[in-house]
């Protein structure tokens, strides 16, 4: 999962948010940027039922935040939404590609757009992604 730092630096890059079911998002500078949420159509939390861990099911959560805008909160995509908005993104331009290379640890996604090809490194495919996907909205916006 990417950090929060970097999920914010995408949408102000212009990444938009379409949600959806298991989507994760954080409700940021209200004392919970520790914590990340996820939509679903039921909550389910961890308990304890006679001494054994057990999931337990709500059909609603009560809770002092009764809603929030979505252009309040931040996604946080996973690595398959990454990669599906680079792909999006690389559709306009012919002989567009995008490669992940995995090796000891380091990942580096490579992005073949507009007549050169760039490199980005992090220790997760998710960062790579992001850090790619962050180039071409940046150079998009910049056009």
Known sequence: MISLALARRLKSAGLIWNA???DFFAVPDRGMDER???LADMQAQLDL???WPVVTFHGTAEWALDYILTSEVVWLPREDQLRNAILSNLTDSAGS???LE???GNCTC???WQEETKRF???SAGDA?????LYILDKRRST
């Not at 992604?129 to 996907?133: D, E, F």
């Open 20 to 22: 959806s079911n298991n």
């Open 36 to 38: 990340l949420f996820v």
């Open 49 to 51: 039922f006679r001494g």
């Open 97 to 99: 590609k995008i490669s």
């Open 102 to 104: 995995v090796m000891g």
């Open 110 to 112: 490579a992005i073949q």
């Open 121 to 123: 490194s992090a220790d």
């Open 129 to 133: 992604y992001a850090y790619a996907l």
